[in-house]
């Protein structure tokens, strides 16, 4: 039905461009979510998509249309905006109503409609109050009530947690999660928050400087990611990032020295790499282990210890000086000070060229549970 | 505790030190605005006074109070009896809103279309109105009664209301562009996924959003108006299109005065400025846009 197409869409302000083609397919019914640092085009992105700004070049296809003339409201888009922008002189009811009033339709269909999505959204008992007198969760209700009578084939969001409390952000999500099923729409969601991200979305686009670094499913862009961007933007906290040269190749295996002097493995494809080639191997603080129970082996001097109750957060420094973060367990009584061996799985290893691209980690039908030891060694046997 | 005393002292001293240059600075703001109200205010209060009191009364002490014995509404009844003062009024007022109307209107409307829209002569327009602002109107009095006479316009109301609408419009624009420019972009564009158009952005959500630029302009448009003398002196000085600065005028003889008359007049001229400031300034409510964004 409303599938969304982006032909090579580009952007550019004057001489400065800001988009440099863009590239994608959302099928009806998905729940895309753009996210990258704040300066890498995906709320511009967003705009174009809604109309709200010129497309410089390239082709924009919703429901088999162009729509790249088309005004807005032509093209069967709400947005929610992360300022909520309500009317403030207008109450709930009208805010939500005034679109379809413009539109001409009856009063009684519109009363109806506004009534259902108040329903939806529990916030039916507010429709007389102004938004200055509802709190920040409310208005936001507001905003994607005011967004859903409308009926519209994509839904686009721009940061809509952003202004809420920690707390209320992470209901709201639960909520747009829940609703995206409800519709059934197609949703183009646009946040700098990865959790967001890998919570809401069926696919993800990650983008960085005006490009896209990585597209596709939260687990397939934390398992596989492309670039070092990708590998450094999803998870949290972030991988663990260390520099090496490449010792030796074998068929899907890679030795690598790293500058304190150990050597690591790493099952990876190994065609196009040379032996003494530098790279960056990249370990995400979940994969590595206290103790030295895997083959994998990192040691360094603990700097500090931030204990959250079921997970403990171990930051330690290698010999050469490099930071990495170990996710200890959450009773660890590691302190600061100490020495801390860790261990690794060589399958939970990312290895990256110098180019910021990852050479394609071994696919495995299906992925190891990487807290489970016991399976890691005896593949490796 | 002697040493826990001979601490506390000296805090003490040191608090109020701190405190008395706020009192006195409070004080001197006080002073002077207070001041400045007083010699606003005190013509204002003699024609009140001097309106009801005999004429022999105004000459003896015209700073006094009208007691018993110099009591007169004389000037009243002379105005609302004697002279077409009705006709002045209703001249005044009907120019003063018109203008005011207008002003508000194309002002709002021209302010939008220069800070939203982006096209070619935008900033010569906007500079057009920037030197309104600075250039008075009055200079450009004999070309504009040439204008008048050419468009057969002298002698009416018309002509006055269409010379206040441009002598209002340029500081009407330069202030409403201002506070047009304060409405989050979000709540155009909101609007316009919203399929509204531009016109109706342009009156239901802009316009009640600016309602205290409004109100604020229209204060500063319309005393001028009701008081100038200068136009309806030569633009409008026929029996029927005399505005009330222009009536009381027939009170002031090259001989005598009826300073009874003219104080009444002014007095009674007073009153509708007061009414539409009034109705104005309730409108100057800050903090309409709160619940808007964020």
């Known amino acids: ?381 | 505790m002697l040493a826990k005393e001979a601490i506390a002292t000296p805090s003490q001293d040191w608090k109020s030190a701190i405190l008395r240059p706020g009192i006195l600075k409070k004080l001197s703001v006080h002073a002077v605005l207070i001041t400045y109200t007083v010699i606003a205010l005190f013509p204002i209060l003699v024609i009140l006074i001097n309106a009801f009191k005999s004429r022999k009364a105004i000459f003896n002490d015209p700073l006094a109070l009208p007691d018993a014995s110099t009591f007169t509404l004389v000037g009243f009844t002379e105005v609302l009896e004697r002279s077409t003062f009705d006709v002045f009024f209703f001249n005044s007022l009907v120019v003063t809103l018109l203008s005011l109307f207008f002003v508000l209107l194309f002002g709002a409307m021209a302010a939008w279309a220069l800070t939203e829209y982006k096209f070619r002569g935008n900033l010569f327009i906007a500079i057009l109105f920037a030197m309104g602002i600075m250039i008075p109107i009055r200079l450009g009095t004999v070309s504009i009664l040439q204008l008048m006479v050419d468009l057969h316009l002298v002698n009416t109301l018309a002509a006055l209301v269409l010379v206040y609408i441009a002598q209002g419009l340029p500081l009407a624009v330069y202030i409403l562009s201002e506070f047009i420019r304060t409405i989050p972009k979000e709540l155009k564009e909101a609007a316009r996924c919203d399929n509204v158009s531009e016109y109706k952005i342009f009156f239901q959500i802009v316009l009640p959003l600016i309602r205290p630029a409004l109100a604020t302009v229209a204060v500063f448009t319309m005393i001028p108006i009701w008081n100038d003398l200068w136009f309806p002196l030569i633009l409008a000085p026929s029996e029927s299109t005399q505005t009330i600065t222009l009536g009381v005028q027939q009170f002031i003889g090259q001989f005598v005065t009826d300073w009874n008359a003219v104080l009444s007049s002014l007095t009674l001229a007073i009153v509708p400025v007061l009414i539409l400031y009034l109705v104005f300034s309730r409108q100057l409510i800050r903090g309409l846009t709160a619940g808007a964004v964020k």
């Open chain 1, 1 to 381: 039905m409303a599938d969304v197409k982006l032909n090579h869409i580009k952007k550019s302000y004057g001489k400065v461009d800001v988009l440099h083609g863009i590239d994608l397919d959302i099928k009806h019914g998905e729940f895309v979510v753009l996210v990258g640092a704040s300066g890498c085009g995906k709320s511009t992105l967003l705009r174009l998509i809604a109309g709200l700004e010129e497309i410089t070049a390239g082709e924009l296809v919703i429901d088999n249309k162009i729509v790249n003339h088309l005004d807005p409201a032509r093209r069967g888009i709400a947005m929610v905006f992360q300022s909520y922008a309500l009317y403030p002189h207008m109450s709930v009811f009208k805010n939500m109503a005034f679109g379809l009033k413009i539109a001409g339709q009856n009063k009684r269909a519109v009363r109806e409609k506004v009534e259902q999505a108040a329903k939806i959204l529990q916030i039916d008992h507010l429709l007389d109050r102004l938004p200055r007198e509802l709190s920040g969760g409310q208005r936001q209700r507001v905003a994607i009530g005011r967004a859903i009578v409308r009926d519209p084939n994509v839904f686009l969001f721009d940061e809509p947690l952003s202004n809420l409390d920690a707390a209320l952000r992470v209901q709201t999500r639960v909520e747009i999660g829940k609703l995206h099923k409800d519709l059934g729409a197609t949703i183009i969601y646009v946040t700098h928050d990865q959790v967001e991200a890998m919570t809401l979305g069926d696919k993800i686009v990650v983008m960085n400087a005006g490009r896209v670094e990585q597209c596709g499913s939260p687990l397939e862009l934390y398992r596989y990611p492309q670039t070092k961007f990708v590998a450094g933007f999803i998870g949290s906290p972030k991988m663990n990032f260390i520099e090496g040269h490449v010792d030796k190749t074998a068929t899907e295996y890679l030795t690598i020295t790293l500058e304190d002097g150990t050597q690591v493995q790493a099952h990876v494809d190994t065609s196009g790499i040379q032996e003494g080639t530098k790279v960056t191997v990249g370990i995400r603080p979940e994969h590595l282990f206290e103790g030295r129970n895997l083959p994998g082996q990192l040691s360094g001097d603990v700097k500090l210890v931030e204990h959250l109750g079921e997970v403990t957060y171990i930051y330690m420094s290698l010999a050469d000086g490099t930071e990495v973060v170990v996710r200890g367990e959450g009773e660890s009584e590691v302190e600061v000070g100490d020495k801390l061996q860790a261990s690794f799985a060589p399958e939970s290893v990312h290895v990256f060229n110098m180019d910021g691209k990852a050479l394609p980690r071994i696919r495995r039908s299906a992925e190891i549970p990487a807290d489970n030891p016991a399976i890691v060694t005896a593949s490796q046997a």
